[in-house]
């Protein structure tokens, strides 16, 4: 069945520096979506990606959706205290699966 | 404010005891779900209705139920056959019918269940 799997589980980051959260899906995606999660809370709709290769910016965030459409990232550029939380996928092949997301710990 | 009301925020169970957690949703979706999260394993889907008087079966519906007699609402109940209700549970909704939906998703705030 439709398995989307996400690495790393855990990232502890230095404040200001750069990571990469990476997505990878059993089946070939008609769309990929993400989510953050802030300790405490709900999962937030971040964005949606839906064509081979693209790559959409949120500031900071570069999302990345790979040419097999089997694989996405997300980059964060310059982490900040306000990135803490756990980032989910999800990937949608014939239901939306979530993988079990990156939680994000930030040392200033 | 359109949003997902969900409630209590935290719930107790007694042994044997069947609980009701409430989920309204005030969006005019169509769709909605209920998830599981435990730490460190994402969020496993539990039931989704894609439709008034419709719903399926997710990934762990075992010891669960749900009704959609409105669409507004779509209440989860922890029956006692589910042997570690512990967890947190979220609901969901979003637009899209006629099959699952590929919209992204709108999240309540949560219950925390646990057993007394």
């Known amino acids: 069945g439709q398995q989307v799997m996400q690495i790393p589980q855990y990232q502890h980051v230095q404040e200001g520096e750069d990571f990469t959260t990476y997505c990878n899906s059993s089946t070939t995606l008609s769309n990929i979506q993400w989510y953050k999660q802030r300790p405490g809370g709900h999962p937030v709709f971040l964005i949606q990606l839906v064509k081979s290769g693209e790559v959409k910016k949120q500031k900071r965030l570069t999302f990345q959706f790979g040419e097999a459409k089997k694989n996405s990232s997300l980059h964060i550029t310059a982490t900040q205290t306000t990135d803490v939380g756990t980032y989910f996928c999800?990937?949608?092949?014939?239901?939306?699966?979530f993988g079990a997301g990156t939680t994000v710990t930030v040392r200033a | 404010d359109g949003g997902i009301t969900q409630s209590p925020k935290y719930l107790f169970r007694k042994e044997g005891q069947n609980v009701t957690l409430s989920c309204e949703q005030n969006l005019n979706h169509d769709a909605m779900y209920w998830y599981r999260q435990d730490p460190g394993q994402g969020l496993r889907l539990i039931y989704y209705?894609?439709?008034?008087?419709?719903?399926q079966k997710g990934d762990i519906a075992e010891g669960y139920s749900v009704s959609r007699e409105k669409k507004e609402s779509f209440p989860l109940t922890v029956t006692s056959a589910q042997k570690n209700p512990t967890a947190f549970y979220l609901c969901?909704?979003?637009?899209?019918?006629?099959?699952?939906?590929?919209?992204?998703?709108?999240f309540g705030d949560g219950t925390r269940l646990s057993i007394l």
């Open positions: 969901a909704s979003s637009t899209g019918t006629g099959g699952w939906s590929n919209q992204p998703q709108h």
């Open positions: 209705s894609q439709i008034v008087n419709d719903f």
């Open positions: 999800a990937g949608f092949g014939y239901k939306l699966s």
